[in-house]
C-alpha cells in the first residue's frame, strides 16, 4: 500500500476555520471523507483541530470503556505532531459517514480490539503530515528553509536564531500551505510518548467523581422513566393499569415500549417504585417453555452430528483408529451475561425537526441509526454525545435500551427522559454469550506423541445471528470457532467440525473475547488432559508441538520461567498448592498463564497469575498491563461463579446476590511481561480472557484429580 493510499489529503482537506488548521484523514482500513468547518452542533468534522488559541483537539474515532483508547489513539498522533499529551484535548468524534472506517467503510464501532492495531501507522501520518505543514508555515513566515526548523512539543524553532512559534500562532499560515505526501516517520528510537507507560488522560477525571458517564447525565427538565419488560424472551405486554400508580408521588406517564411498559416521573426512585407497583400482565407467546438445560441436551446429542467441516488435514479417522492411546472428553459452557457495572441508560430529546441522543454506546453510528428509524428524521437531523462507558464488553453494540428512550422522547416532544434500567432488568434482558458444547477426540502414538485430533463444537454465534454479512461462509460462524481453527500446536491429523444449533428463543451476542473465551478454555484443557495421558510435564508437551511457532514457544516459555513452573503438588504452609498452564492466540496477540491455586475448606483460591503477552508492539506498556489485569478479572469471574440459566422461557438470575462476581479480595496477584516481536500488531482489550479459565482448572486437576469440563467452578464439588 503506498502513502497516498495510506492516508489520502486534498488540499481542501486542509482549510482555515478561524484560521484554525483542520486535518481530515483517511485511515488505512477505510475513508474519512472530511469536511472541515463547523455544523449546526459545533462539532469540526475532522480529527485533529489546531486553533489560533494554541489548543489541540483530537476528535477520537474510538469510544473509551476503560480500556485506555483516550490515551493510546492520540498518544499516536502526538508522538509525531510533537506535541505533549497533555495539551490535547479529547473528544469524542460524532457519528457520520465520514468517520465510517472500517470493513470497506461501511461501519465504525469500538471492539475486537480493533482500535489501535488498525489506526497506529495512519494516525501518525496525520501527526507528521501537520507538523510538517507547521513548519513549512514558519519557514515562510522567516524566510527559511524548513530544514532549518525543527519542532519542540509545541512549538517550532529556528536553528539558526533559536527564534520560536507556537502551533497556534502558525495555525492560520499552515492552513495554507500544501500538504506533503511521503512523509518519513520517526524511527522507534526517537519515540518520547509510543512505547512508554504515558499516563492516562481519563485517570483524573474518573479519579476524581467529575467524569461524565451516561447515567450521570442531567439535561434541564428531564424525566427519569424505569422499565419493566417481558420476563419471557419475545413476549408482549398484554395489560396494564396505569391509573393504579398515576397518583404515586412524581410519575407523569405510564407509556408502552418494545417488549415492555415504562413509567416516566420527576427521578429514577420514583419511577422505581412506580414500575414495581404497576399491575401489568404479558402474552408469553412461543418461547415460554423454553429451558437452558434442555437446549444443553440438545447440543449434547448433536456432539456426534457431521455438521460443516470448517478444517481437515490429514487423515484422522485412520489415525484414531491406529493410535496407541485414545481419549475423548465432553465440554461446555454456560450463558454468561456481561453484567457491565453502568447498567443500560440512555437520554433522549426528540423536537419537530432534531434528535439528541445521550447514549454509552460501541458505535455511535448504530445510535444515530436507531433514532432515525424511530423519529422519521434524517440522519443529519440527529446527534449522538458519546460519554465514558461503565463497561461495555460488547454489550452496548445492541441499541434496545437507545430505542425505548428515543420512542418515549417522541411520544414526549421537547422534553428529554432518561432510561435507567435497574439491576434486575439488566441481568435478565441482556444479550448472552451462546452456551456451547465441545467434543475433542484425540490420539497417540506409543511415544506420546499426538496423531489425530478431532473437534466439534455445537453452538449458535453472534456474528452469525447479528451480522451474517461479516462471514466469509455463511454454513461456518466464526463466533462458535475461533480460536479452535488455525491452532499452531502441530498435529499432523485434525479436523474442526461446526454443527449450528439454532438459539433463537435467546438473546445472543458479543462478550468479552467472544468464542475464544470458550475455546480457550476448553481447548487448553484438553490439551492438558492430552499431556496427562502422554505422562509429559505440560509445558514441555506443549513445547514439543510448537517446533514451528517461535513466537507461541517464547510466550510459554516466558511465563513457564517467571512462574519458576513445577507441575508438581507443594505444601505452602500446610495448604496443597498447584500450578497451571494456558496459551491461546486471540485477535492476533498471544498471550501465556500460569496460575498457582490452592483449595481451603473447600474454597478455591487463585493466588497469583504470571502473564506473558506479545502483541507485536506495545504502544503503551502501562495500558497493555492493565488491560491483561483487566481481561484476566473478567474470565476467572465468570469462571468462577457467573452462569445464567432460564427456565420457562425466562431467566432465573436477577441481581449479583444469583449472578455472583469476582470480589476484590479474591482477585490473585497478577505479574505481566510484554514480548515486543515486532510481528503484526495484534489487539490487547480481550486477550487476557481466554486462557485464565483452563489455567485455572489444569493447575486443580493436578491438586484433585479431577477434570472439570463445565463451568462455573462454583458447581463443582472440590476436595483437594
Not at 449434547?300 to 452430528?305: A, F, G, P, R
Request: aromatic residues 8%; proline residues 5%; hydrophobic residues 40%.
Amino acid at each position: 500500500m503506498s502513502t497516498q493510499e495510506k492516508l489520502k489529503v486534498s488540499r481542501r482537506q486542509f482549510m482555515g476555520m478561524s484560521g484554525a488548521l483542520v486535518l481530515g484523514m483517511y485511515l488505512p482500513v477505510g475513508k474519512l471523507a472530511a469536511k472541515a468547518g463547523v455544523s449546526a452542533a459545533g462539532k469540526v468534522n475532522a480529527f485533529l483541530v489546531i486553533a489560533p488559541d494554541n489548543s489541540i483537539t483530537f476528535y477520537n474515532p474510538f469510544i473509551e470503556m476503560g480500556q485506555g483508547t483516550y490515551t493510546s489513539i492520540p498518544t499516536l498522533v502526538a508522538e509525531e505532531l510533537d506535541a505533549d499529551l497533555s495539551a490535547m484535548q479529547i473528544a469524542q468524534a460524532p457519528h457520520g459517514d465520514d468517520y465510517k472506517i472500517m470493513f470497506n467503510n461501511t461501519v465504525r464501532f469500538t471492539g475486537g480490539s480493533l482500535s489501535v492495531r488498525s489506526s497506529y501507522e495512519t494516525m501518525r501520518r496525520a501527526g507528521a503530515t501537520a507538523r510538517a505543514m507547521l513548519i513549512n508555515a514558519a519557514a515562510e513566515k522567516w524566510q527559511v528553509k524548513a530544514s532549518d526548523c525543527k519542532t519542540e512539543p509545541g512549538f517550532v524553532i529556528n536553528q539558526s536564531t533559536g527564534d520560536k512559534l507556537s502551533y497556534g500562532e502558525l495555525a492560520p499560515l499552515a492552513a495554507t500551505q500544501t500538504v506533503p505526501e511521503d512523509l518519513p516517520l520517526k524511527e522507534s528510537k526517537d519515540f518520547r510518548l509510543i512505547g512508554k507507560p504515558v499516563k492516562r488522560t481519563d485517570s483524573l477525571a474518573k479519579a476524581t467523581g467529575t467524569a461524565n458517564f451516561g447515567i450521570d447525565t442531567q439535561i434541564d427538565g428531564m424525566l427519569v422513566a424505569v422499565v419493566k419488560q417481558s420476563p419471557v424472551f419475545g413476549g408482549k405486554v398484554k395489560s396494564f393499569d396505569a391509573a393504579a400508580v398515576k397518583d404515586m408521588p412524581g410519575v407523569k406517564w405510564v407509556d408502552p415500549i418494545p417488549d415492555g411498559v415504562a413509567v416516566i416521573a420527576d427521578n429514577y426512585w420514583h419511577a422505581l417504585k412506580a414500575i414495581q407497583a404497576l399491575p401489568v400482565s404479558f402474552d408469553e407467546g412461543a418461547n415460554a417453555k423454553f429451558s437452558s438445560a434442555a437446549y444443553l441436551q440438545s447440543l449434547q446429542d448433536n456432539l456426534d452430528t457431521a455438521g460443516v467441516n470448517v478444517e481437515n488435514k490429514g487423515d484422522v479417522a485412520t489415525a484414531l483408529k491406529s493410535a496407541e492411546t485414545k481419549l475423548t472428553a465432553d465440554y461446555h459452557v454456560p450463558f454468561l451475561a456481561h453484567a457491565t457495572l453502568e447498567p443500560m441508560n440512555c437520554t433522549a430529546l426528540v423536537t419537530d425537526n432534531n434528535c439528541t441522543v445521550w447514549a454509552p454506546n460501541q458505535g455511535a453510528d448504530f445510535v444515530a441509526g436507531t433514532a432515525a428509524g424511530i423519529t422519521g428524521l434524517p440522519l443529519d437531523a440527529i446527534t449522538v454525545e458519546t460519554p465514558f462507558l461503565g463497561g461495555g464488553f460488547g454489550r452496548r453494540f445492541l441499541m434496545d435500551f437507545v430505542a425505548q428512550a428515543v420512542t418515549l422522547a417522541k411520544a414526549h416532544k421537547g422534553i428529554p427522559i432518561k432510561v435507567v434500567w435497574s439491576r434486575e432488568e439488566d441481568t435478565q434482558h441482556d444479550f448472552y454469550r451462546p452456551m456451547t458444547a465441545a467434543r475433542y477426540r484425540a490420539g497417540l502414538d506409543a511415544n506420546g506423541k499426538p496423531v489425530a485430533l478431532h473437534v466439534t463444537n455445537v453452538g449458535e454465534g453472534p456474528m452469525g445471528r447479528l451480522n451474517p454479512e461479516f462471514l466469509a461462509d455463511p454454513k461456518i460462524d466464526t463466533t462458535v470457532v475461533e480460536g479452535v481453527e488455525k491452532q499452531p500446536y502441530e498435529i499432523a491429523n485434525h479436523k474442526l467440525d461446526y454443527v449450528h444449533m439454532p438459539l433463537s428463543p435467546v438473546p445472543i451476542g458479543y462478550w468479552r473475547s467472544v468464542a475464544h473465551s470458550v475455546n480457550g478454555f476448553i481447548k487448553e484443557s484438553f490439551i492438558d488432559e492430552m499431556a496427562h495421558a502422554a505422562k509429559k510435564d505440560p509445558v514441555a508437551f506443549r513445547l514439543s508441538m510448537l517446533s514451528n511457532s517461535p513466537r507461541f514457544a517464547a510466550v510459554l516459555k516466558k511465563a513457564a520461567a517467571m512462574a519458576d513452573w513445577n507441575p508438581s503438588v507443594v505444601e505452602k504452609n500446610g495448604v496443597k498448592h498447584a500450578m497451571g498452564v494456558s496459551l491461546h492466540e486471540s485477535f492476533g496477540s498471544l498471550v501465556a498463564q500460569v496460575a498457582e491455586v490452592s483449595i481451603e475448606n473447600k474454597k478455591i483460591n487463585v493466588h497469583k497469575v504470571w502473564c506473558v503477552v506479545d502483541c507485536g508492539f506495545a504502544v503503551n506498556p502501562a495500558i497493555v498491563k492493565m488491560q491483561m489485569e483487566s481481561a484476566l478479572a473478567f474470565g476467572l469471574s465468570a469462571a468462577m461463579g457467573e452462569e445464567i440459566t432460564m427456565e420457562k422461557g425466562r431467566v432465573r438470575q436477577t441481581n449479583f446476590h444469583t449472578y455472583p462476581i469476582l470480589m476484590g479480595k479474591d482477585m490473585p496477584e497478577v505479574e505481566t511481561e510484554i514480548i515486543n516481536s515486532g510481528a503484526t500488531m495484534g489487539g490487547v482489550g480481550e486477550i487476557g480472557t481466554p486462557p485464565i479459565a483452563s489455567a485455572v482448572c489444569n493447575a486443580l486437576f493436578t491438586l484433585t484429580g479431577k477434570r472439570i469440563r463445565t463451568l462455573p467452578l462454583s458447581k463443582t464439588d472440590l476436595n483437594a
